[in-house]
C-alpha cells in the first residue's frame, strides 16, 4: 500500500501541520519482535515521532494504553499471549477514536486478518516487507509506515451521517484560488462505475456496496483501492459477501460485464481497453503513479477514453492525491464525479484534491454515496 508525497504546490497535509506546529505525534509499538520494535522506534524517532511505549503482547499493550495515551498504534497480528485481532477491540474500548495501523507479513491469512481488522474498527494496514524483496521494499515500507503514522495520528475521528457539503461551505472550505463550483452531473446516463480509495477505503467500499445490496447494478463497477499482492484478492472477496454482486481482482484480458465488481489486482495498475460495449481488462506493470501501484488516476483516465460522458467515479477516503487527475479527465470528458465529504473520511486527501480541482458534481457523506450512485445509475441524478 504505498502512499503518495505531495508535490511542493499542494496543500498541506496533516503530517506537514504537525511538523510545522512541534506537536509530536505519539506513538505505541506492539510486536513481539525485539527486532522488529527496535527498528520501527529508530524510525520513528528520527521522524520526529515519539514513542511512548513498546510493547512486545497485546495484553501488555492493553493494560498501558491508558496510562501513555497514545495517538497511534502500530499492531502486529500473530503475537503470543494475545494475538491483535483480539487486541484491537479492547484497545478501542480504552481508548475510543484512537488509530490503530495493522502490521502484518504479506500473506493470504494475515490478508483476511487484517481486513477483519479493518472492519473492525483499524484505521489500516501496512505490510512488512519480506527481506528478499530487496532494500527498495524496506525504504517503501519505512516512508509508507511513517507517513500513515503522521497523518492518522494527527486525525480527528471521522463523523457518522454528517451532513451533505452544501455550496457555501465548500466555498468556505476551499482557497480563492480554486474554483468552489461544483460542476452538473452529465446528462447521459452512466455506463460504467469507477471507484478509487485509499486509507480507509476498505471499511468505505464495505458500507457502500452493503447499503447497495439487492438493488440493480447494471453497469460494470471497478475499483483501485490501494494495497498490495493478496489483500485485493481478499477485499473483492469480502465485498462480494457485502453486496452479492461478483466481485474478483481483474485479470488481463477479462471482458468486464454488467453487474460485476473488479479491483486492482496489488502490485499493478487495472486499465480498461477495448469499447464501451466490450470492454476489456488490462493488467500492466508499469512504474507507480503518485507513488501507487495500483493506482486510480490510471483507471479513471483510461475509462474516460472509452466511455466519455458515460463515466461515474467516486473518489472515497484516503491519503495523498492520486485519483483527483484522473478525476478531472472524467469531469473534463464529460463524466460525473462524487467525492467523499471530509467529515466522514479517516483521511480527506485523496477527495480533499479531487475537491480542489474542481471535478465534483457531489461531495456527500458516507452514508449518503451509495443513494447517490443508485440514482445516478438510474438515470436521475441532478
Not at 87 to 96: M, Q
Not at 217 to 242: K, Y
Not at 314 to 323: H, I, P, S, Y
Request: proline share 8%; charged share 20%.
Amino acid at each position: 500500500m504505498s502512499i503518495q508525497r505531495a508535490d511542493a504546490h499542494a496543500p498541506q497535509t496533516a503530517a506537514d501541520t504537525a511538523s510545522e506546529t512541534g506537536a509530536a505525534v505519539r506513538a505505541m509499538i506492539v510486536d513481539d519482535s525485539t527486532v522488529v520494535r527496535t527498528q520501527l522506534r529508530r524510525w520513528m524517532t528520527e521522524a520526529g515521532i515519539e514513542v511512548v511505549s513498546s510493547a512486545r503482547t497485546g495484553r501488555q499493550a492493553v493494560d498501558d494504553v491508558k496510562r501513555v495515551a497514545p495517538d497511534v498504534i502500530l499492531l502486529d497480528i500473530e503475537m503470543p499471549d494475545m494475538t491483535g485481532l483480539e487486541a484491537l477491540p479492547l484497545l478501542l474500548e480504552a481508548k475510543p477514536g484512537i488509530s490503530i495501523i495493522m502490521v502484518s507479513s504479506l500473506t493470504r491469512r494475515n490478508a483476511e486478518i487484517s481486513i477483519r481488522c479493518l472492519s473492525k474498527g483499524a484505521a489500516d494496514c501496512i505490510p512488512k516487507p519480506n527481506m528478499t524483496q530487496g532494500p527498495d521494499a524496506l525504504s517503501d515500507f519505512k516512508r509508507d509506515l511513517i507517513d500513515k503514522v503522521k497523518v492518522l495520528g494527527t486525525r480527528r475521528a471521522p463523523k457518522r451521517g454528517a451532513p451533505e457539503f452544501g455550496r457555501t461551505a465548500l466555498r468556505q472550505l476551499l482557497t480563492p484560488s480554486v474554483s468552489p463550483a461544483l460542476r452538473p452531473f452529465s446528462r447521459t446516463r452512466p455506463k460504467v462505475l469507477a471507484i478509487g480509495s485509499s486509507t480507509g477505503g476498505p471499511q468505505a467500499l464495505a458500507e457502500v456496496f452493503r447499503s447497495m445490496k439487492h438493488r440493480p447494478l447494471n453497469v460494470p463497477v471497478f475499483i483501485t483501492q490501494h494495497m498490495p499482492p493478496n489483500f485485493t484478492a481478499v477485499l473483492a472477496e469480502h465485498l462480494n459477501a457485502a453486496s452479492g454482486f461478483p466481485a474478483q481482482e481483474g485479470a488481463n484480458g477479462v471482458h468486464a460485464r454488467p453487474g460485476h465488481i473488479y479491483v486492482a489486482p496489488g502490485g499493478h495498475h487495472m486499465l480498461v481497453t477495448g469499447t464501451a460495449a466490450e470492454p476489456v481488462i488490462r493488467i500492466t506493470d508499469e512504474p507507480p503513479v503518485n507513488y501507487c501501484r495500483p493506482a486510480v488516476d490510471p483507471l479513471f483516465a483510461s475509462l474516460s477514453a472509452i466511455y466519455g460522458p458515460a463515466v461515474l467515479g467516486v473518489v472515497l477516503t484516503g491519503m495523498g492525491q492520486d485519483g483527483a487527475r484522473g478525476a478531472l479527465d472524467i469531469a473534463q470528458g464529460g463524466g460525473s464525479i462524487i467525492a467523499q465529504d471530509e467529515a466522514t473520511s479517516v483521511v480527506w486527501g485523496m477527495p480533499g484534491h479531487t475537491v480542489k480541482l474542481g471535478a465534483c458534481a457531489a461531495v456527500l457523506p458516507l452514508s449518503e454515496i451509495a443513494p447517490k450512485i443508485l440514482s445516478t445509475l438510474a438515470g436521475s441524478a441532478s
